[in-house]
């Protein structure tokens, strides 16, 4: 997360999402708030990972620093995991096409068919949390937090949670 005091917080807000977007990253989430004398904004940018350091320049250059804080989540464990457990499913599944081509009865093909059901169903669950763990390795997260005043900016940020921000728009 980075905290910017800036001269003008839509000016700022505009040339992030260029550069962001520029980069091929996008907005996962934002919010804006106006109380007559002051505009805090924060945005979450979700950014390609080849690109991050690029984009963090971009960002640093957007007005003064007020705050910055790095966090690192490790995936690919779990991304290995899931694709091992895929593999070993999709294995069952084939066995159990074959069962079913050799089932005799219509009460062994209804139970194999059954099972079938399951696996698929679990398989699809499995391959959807892959692709979500492949997106978060792929696309840092990156929550910044434009103001004009350096109170107002920390006070937006002791608020903002990125994470909550991130899984509401995912």
């Known amino acids: 997360s980075l905290q910017r005091d800036v001269k003008d917080v839509k000016t700022s807000l505009n040339a992030a999402r260029d550069a ?36 963090l320049a971009a960002l640093r250059s957007l007005g003064d620093e007020v705050g910055e804080k790095t966090d690192a989540a490790e995936v690919t464990n779990q991304i290995v995991d899931l694709a091992a457990r ?27 068919e059954s099972r079938l059901t399951e696996v698929r169903g679990q ?14 390795a792929a696309y840092g997260t990156l929550a ?3 103001g004009t005043e350096v109170a107002a900016v920390q006070k937006a940020a002791a608020q903002w949670d990125p994470k909550t921000e991130v899984d509401r728009a995912g």
């Open 20 to 55: 962001i977007t520029g980069m091929g990253g996008y907005i996962g989430a934002s919010q804006q708030s106006n109380d007559g004398t002051s505009i805090v904004a924060t945005v979450t940018y979700r950014i390609p990972e080849s690109r991050w350091e690029e984009a």
């Open 144 to 146: 910044v937090t434009f």
């Open 86 to 112: 895929i593999r070993n499913l999709q294995a069952s599944e084939t066995a159990l096409v074959r069962h079913a081509a050799d089932s005799a009865k219509i009460s062994d093909l209804l139970e194999v």
């Open 123 to 136: 398989i699809e669950q499995l391959t959807a949390q892959q692709k979500n763990l492949e997106n978060q």
